[in-house]
């Protein structure tokens, strides 16, 4: 035992014991010597450890890489933007995204903007928001919860500007002619359907007939440039046309004769409208006229201008006569449609609403109301007798460029850059119908002007189309001009006679072929 002690105590003792280096050093085993060298020194001087001079050339990443780098930063970027706006929670109510926008110093509503694009401005404004408290104390609850329920806006918001004597004059006119109009409008909708010698569906179904027969009976060379607009004379005698020359034609139905060249403006013309009971006294107000110059005129049926309409600031679309005929309106590209007094030539009503030109207005058969097409793709009804709107037509996706009432008195259509043409029911106060009728923009919509038991759409692919109004199937294709089909109008007086004019500056007439074969004579006779 003692001498295996021993033995231990020996190794032990040898194990322990330092060894002496080259140097003198004495080495330790089992322990790191530590010492007053700096090893990361010794390791430069061996040429192990290379250090970078602060003046040392860096070299630049080549250009792909960089592009990659710089789209693979902007690609998390978004992802972490995405991120915070679904993290982020926004109040639902119109209201409370007012209040919240106006409690953290921005835009309560910018000009044009709906209320989900309100919510969304809202969204993203707080999602950059760095402060957590600040954020917060723009939520209901927060911070500014007494703001909140002191400066919410009401949900409806009505503001009125006075108007002058001679508006109020004839609100009351149209007021009372709207209401004998209606009336009639209505008894005569009764008898139609209580009478046993009237049958409507009979009626109708003899019009689709005839007017599938639809064939071209004349074409003349219209003007020089290309023809914008025409329009029938409530008789049917005559079709005024309207060019980019200025000038202004008047037709003979249906032998597309010239009868009368009017030099109305020096820029083009954008709009036509006839009196709708024109008088044969000579020197009395018959057309209206609209142009890019920015003015309305008003003409005699001999061609002479009887006044003009001046106040617009930029061109003007499409006019109109209202039903009365005492009064004009016009669209323009200031964002505004006016109503005009006829004998005075003055301004009664300055009508805002859009947030893109004005491009077409139409009037109520029964004179009450008035629709405004914009190209913000919105349309409007207006309450002529209030000056309130009524109804917003959305639904078009590209500008309104046409728009007419059917005579039946709760139906309009509406015709739009998108390539479609809209149904509304304004006893519904929403679309009905959707018809994908062209390829191109609709330059003119027009129910027929009796009964409306058909519709005409023209398009800029070159044709035009007859709709029944019953279940808007296609009757019939009018295909024949060379170039855009910038107008069309329907005849008054029941012969299904149609115009339609075109940018390849003609003027075609359209009307049931009502030839019928004869049966084949037998050869023994």
Same mark, same amino acid.
């Given at each position: 035992?003692?001498?295996?002690?021993?033995d231990?105590?020996?190794h032990?003792?040898?194990s322990s014991?330092?060894?002496?280096?080259e140097?003198?050093?004495?080495?330790q085993?089992?322990?790191?010597?530590?010492?007053?060298?700096?090893?990361?020194?010794?390791g430069?001087?061996?040429g192990?450890?290379h250090?970078?001079?602060?003046?040392?050339?860096?070299?630049?990443?080549?250009?792909g890489?960089?592009?990659a780098?710089?789209q693979?930063e902007?690609?998390?970027?978004a992802v972490e933007?995405?991120?915070?706006?679904?993290?982020t929670?926004?109040?639902?109510?119109?209201?409370?995204?007012r209040?919240?926008?106006r409690?953290i110093?921005?835009?309560?509503t910018?000009f044009?903007e709906q209320?989900?694009?309100?919510?969304?401005?809202?969204?993203?404004?707080?999602?950059?928001m760095?402060?957590?408290?600040?954020r917060k104390?723009a939520?209901p609850?927060g911070a500014?919860?007494e703001e909140y329920?002191e400066?919410?806006?009401?949900?409806?918001?009505?503001?009125y500007?006075?108007?002058?004597?001679?508006?109020?004059?004839a609100?009351?006119?149209i007021?009372?002619?709207?209401?004998d109009r209606?009336a009639?409008?209505l008894?005569?909708?009764k008898?139609k359907?209580?009478?046993?010698?009237?049958?409507?569906?009979a009626?109708?179904?003899d019009t689709?007939?005839l007017m599938?027969?639809?064939?071209?009976?004349s074409s003349?060379?219209?003007?020089?440039?290309?023809?914008?607009?025409?329009?029938?004379a409530p008789?049917?005698?005559?079709?005024?046309?309207?060019?980019?020359s200025?000038?202004?034609k008047l037709?003979?139905?249906?032998?597309?004769?010239?009868?009368?060249?009017?030099k109305?403006?020096?820029d083009?013309?954008?709009?036509?409208?006839?009196?709708p009971?024109?008088s044969q006294?000579p020197?009395t107000v018959?057309?209206?006229t609209?142009?890019a110059?920015k003015?309305?005129r008003?003409f005699?049926g001999?061609g002479?201008?009887?006044?003009?309409l #001046? +106040? !617009?600031?930029?061109?003007?679309?499409?006019?109109? %006569?209202?039903?009365l *005929?005492r $009064?004009?309106? @016009?669209a /323009?590209?200031d964002?505004?449609?006016?109503?005009?007094?006829v004998?005075s030539?003055?301004?009664?009503?300055?009508?805002?609403g859009?947030?893109?030109p004005?491009?077409?207005?139409a009037f109520h058969?029964d004179?009450s109301?008035?629709a405004s097409?914009?190209l913000?793709a919105?349309?409007?009804?207006?309450d002529?007798r209030?000056g309130?709107?009524?109804m917003?037509? #959305? +639904? !078009?996706v590209?500008?309104?460029?046409?728009?007419? %009432?059917?005579p039946d *008195?709760? $139906?309009?259509a @509406?015709? /739009?850059?998108d390539?479609?043409?809209?149904i509304?029911?304004?006893?519904?106060?929403?679309c009905v119908y959707?018809?994908?009728a062209?390829?191109s923009?609709i330059a003119?919509?027009r129910?027929?002007?009796?009964?409306?038991?058909?519709?005409?759409?023209a398009?800029?692919?070159n044709?035009?189309?007859?709709?029944s109004s019953k279940?808007?199937?296609?009757?019939?294709?009018?295909?024949?001009?060379?170039?855009?089909?910038?107008?069309a109008?329907?005849?008054?007086?029941g012969?299904g006679?149609?115009?339609?004019?075109s940018?390849?500056r003609?003027?075609?007439?359209?009307?049931?072929?009502t030839?019928e074969e004869?049966?084949?004579v037998d050869?023994?006779?």
């Open positions: 035992m003692s001498d295996e002690a021993s231990d105590e020996m032990e003792a040898d014991s330092p060894e002496a280096t140097n003198g050093d004495a080495v085993y089992g322990e790191l010597n530590v010492s007053d060298v700096d090893s990361v020194a010794v430069v001087a061996a192990n450890i250090l970078q001079s602060a003046n040392a050339a860096t070299l630049a990443l080549p250009e890489s960089r592009e780098r710089e693979q902007r690609l998390l970027e933007e995405r991120r915070a706006l679904r993290e929670t926004v109040p639902t109510s119109d209201a409370d995204v209040a919240a926008l409690a110093k921005e835009p309560v910018l044009g209320q989900m694009e309100r919510r969304a401005r809202l969204r993203k404004i707080m999602a950059t760095d402060d957590e408290d600040e104390a939520l609850g500014f919860e329920e400066a919410a806006p009401p949900k409806k918001e009505l503001f500007t006075e108007g002058s004597a001679l508006l109020k004059q609100r009351l006119h007021a009372h002619f709207s209401l209606a009639a409008r008894a005569g909708a008898r359907r209580e009478s046993p010698d009237e049958d409507e569906i009626e109708q179904a689709i007939c599938r027969k639809v064939t071209n009976q003349e060379i219209a003007d020089d440039r290309p023809s914008a607009a025409c329009e029938f008789d049917g005698s005559t079709l005024a046309t309207g060019a980019w200025g000038l202004l037709w003979l139905v249906p032998d597309c004769q010239k009868k009368l060249t009017i109305a403006h020096d083009r013309v954008t709009g036509i409208a006839w009196h009971s024109p006294t020197g018959q057309l209206v609209g142009s110059d003015t309305a008003l005699s001999e002479k201008q009887l006044g003009s #001046q +106040g !617009h600031g930029e061109r003007l679309g499409r006019v109109g %006569f209202h039903p *005929g $009064h004009v309106g @016009t /323009s590209f964002e505004t449609w006016r109503l005009w007094d004998e030539c003055t301004c009664l009503l300055e009508q805002e859009h947030s893109r004005v491009y077409t207005v058969k004179g109301l008035a097409g914009g913000d919105i349309g409007r009804v207006w002529i209030t309130r709107s009524i917003a037509l #959305q +639904g !078009h590209q500008g309104i460029l046409t728009m007419d %009432f059917s *008195g709760y $139906h309009l @509406t015709g /739009s850059e390539h479609s043409c809209r509304w029911d304004l006893r519904k106060r929403g959707t018809l994908p062209h390829k923009l003119q919509v129910y027929d002007p009796n009964d409306g038991y058909y519709l005409l759409t398009g800029f692919d044709i035009s189309k007859l709709w279940d808007y199937s296609l009757m019939a294709t009018l295909a024949g001009h060379e170039g855009k089909v910038m107008g109008d329907i005849c008054p007086d012969s006679t149609i115009a339609t004019i940018y390849d003609t003027v075609k007439f359209w009307a049931p072929d030839y004869l049966e084949p050869a023994e006779m």
